[in-house]
Every structure is written in structure tokens, then in C-alpha cells.
């Protein structure tokens, strides 16, 4: 009989359940899926698993009402496990018939996956698979060297092919000004004591048994919950200041770009932050993210001007060489599985 584990980060690729069910099959392969990223580690999905198929729906009651208030950054985070979800499925042996919802209804089914016969996975989705375990968000400072310029190719393609662009920003007076907007941002941001309390709310101690949030081991050098604790944030928000040099000394940073602002353009670009993440993972590279110039729509606006784009900015990343991390905690499998009855009974919300 199959067994769901407690902790998605200790599955065993040799306990697949070659002999098991679809629907069990299906449930294993979900331990790959939530190991995706999202804002502030909420872990934003459910899953419905029925026979050989599993539907994707948007957790709105870990939705972020203040800095995310039309659940775009939740989308994206949907769309990472979703990612995630395809690439296991491949690794498998499986082909994943996929369907994207057509009627939204305010972010409950994103996405349906069907498994069907497939043939061996390529050289690339093997290459993504393998790293689908270590990769995390890196909050550290990184070293300063540059990155293979092949990899970074091999970036901007994985974007296009999924319906996204990335591009690095290389010219150095541009790489100021956008830290100088993601600085700003962060100031702008923690002005706003409902932005506090809600960064407080997912911020976890040390020695919390919380399998969501961010633990403060988590948190880069700098970052006041790291040395204060949640319940110091509202009040000590000037340690937090983000300076321009430090986004503009990483190594590589890029802006993950969509051509229209949906949410079926979100689910898609957390397909594409997925791919790129674990690429570079693949290659020792780490990732973090600076979502401040993106939250605040005047920001954003001002980013297109930066760049001369039409297109959507839905992601500011930072890449280079460093530490390895600690992982943050995941949520099992059976915290977010949905019964099969057809009604959606997330978890109480937050706030």
C-alpha cells in the first residue's frame, strides 16, 4: 500500500510506485510538485487527484492582501509547482496532457494534468529533474564572478519556450537605476504598517516546527527578521533598508518579462521562473528575488519606461555563485490534497 511521506524534501526516487495506481502514482509525484517556490514560502496550491488525473487550484486563504492584491505573485507560485509537477511526470516516463482553465473563476482551478504513455525524458528535462531537489531561494550574498555566457543563453530560451522573456541587464546605468527602484520600493513598502504585520505573519524563528514562512535561517544578512524575530518587524522597519549597491553588486540580475498581464500570463511565468531556477540550479547557480519595484505599480510603470518595453515585468531576479543555503520547510503532500467530492475546502485563511 502506498504511503504519503511527511516531508516532501526526503522523497525517494526509487520509491516511485512503478506497480501502484494512476491516482497513487499521481500523489507521489506531487512531492516534486510543492517543492516549487512562492512569495514568503505561503505555499499557495491545492490538489485534487482523481484517478489518473490531478487539478491545480489557487490556496486564496494563504493569499498576500497587501503586497499581492490581485494574487499575481499566488499565480505564479501555482504556476512554479505546476512546473514542477510536468517535470517529474517526464522524468517518469509519462507524458502530462495538460489543460489549462479556461473560465476563471477568481484563481480555484488553474490547471488539469492528465498522465498518459510517454517516452524517456530528454537530456534537459533530466538535467532539470535532477535538480529539482536542490534548488532554493538564496538570500546571500554571492561572489563576484560572472556567469557562462552559454548559460545565460540557455535561460533566455527556457523563457521564450514557455511564453515568457528574460533579460539580464548588463549596461551598468541601468543595472543602478533598477536597484535604485528596487531600493526605493523596499522603503516605500515597509512605510506601510499592514506590509509589516504581514511579513511578520509569515516570518518564522529558528526554532519554529512551522512547515511554512520563512525561517529566520532563511533570511539574508541585513534582513531584520534575522536578528530581531517576527515580532520586532512592525516596529524596527528602518533596519530593513535595501541600498542601491546591493542589487546592483550581484552578479547577474534580470527582469522575467510577459507579453500581456493575465493570470493566465502569470501561471505562465511561474512555469518559466521554475525552468530558469532549476537550470541554473543544475549549474551551482543560485537565485533570489527582489519583488519591491514589482509590487508597488508605480514602480512597475516606471520600470517599463527604464527598459522602453510594453511588455509585463512580473519578476526582478538576482543570480550568482555562493554558500549553499538550508532549505525552507514544505507543507506533505496530504496538507494539500483536496477530497474528491468537488468541493474546494481550503484551510481557514490568515487574516
Known sequence: MFELISNPRDVL???????????????????????APSRHNAQPWLFKVDGDTVELYADRSRSLPVMDPDDRELTIGCGAALANLIIAIRHFGYAPAVEIHSHHDQGRLLARVTLETGVRATSEEQRLFSALLQRRTN???????????????????????EGASLRFVREEETRYALASLIATGDRMLWT????????????????????????????????MGSYLGPLKIRTFMEQTELHPHEAGGSPVLAVLWTFADTWFDWLAAGQ??????????????????????IEVPALRTEIL???????FPQMVLRMGY??????????????????????????????
Open 272 to 293: 518559466a521562473l521554475e525552468k530558469i531556477l532549476l537550470r541554473a540550479a543544475a549549474e551551482g547557480v543560485w537565485a533570489s528575488f527582489f519583488s519591491q519595484p
Open 139 to 161: 538570500r546571500q550574498p554571492f561572489e563576484d564572478r560572472p556567469l557562462p555566457a552559454s548559460l545565460l543563453s540557455a535561460l533566455e530560451e527556457m523563457a521564450m519556450q
Open 322 to 351: 555562493g554558500q549553499q543555503t538550508p532549505p525552507t520547510p514544505r507543507r506533505s503532500v496530504r496538507d494539500v490534497l483536496l477530497p474528491r467530492d468537488g468541493n474546494v475546502r481550503p484551510a481557514p485563511s490568515r487574516y
Open 192 to 223: 506601510d504598517e499592514r506590509f509589516r504585520q504581514e511579513v511578520a505573519t509569515w516570518t518564522r524563528p529558528v526554532e519554529s516546527q512551522a512547515r511554512d514562512g520563512v525561517p529566520a535561517y532563511a533570511l539574508g544578512k541585513g534582513e
Open 13 to 35: 526516487e526509487s520509491e516511485f510506485p512503478v506497480m501502484g495506481t494512476p491516482a497513487e502514482q499521481l500523489r507521489f509525484l506531487l512531492n516534486y510538485a510543492v517543492l
Open 305 to 311: 519606461t527604464l527598459f522602453g518595453q510594453t511588455d
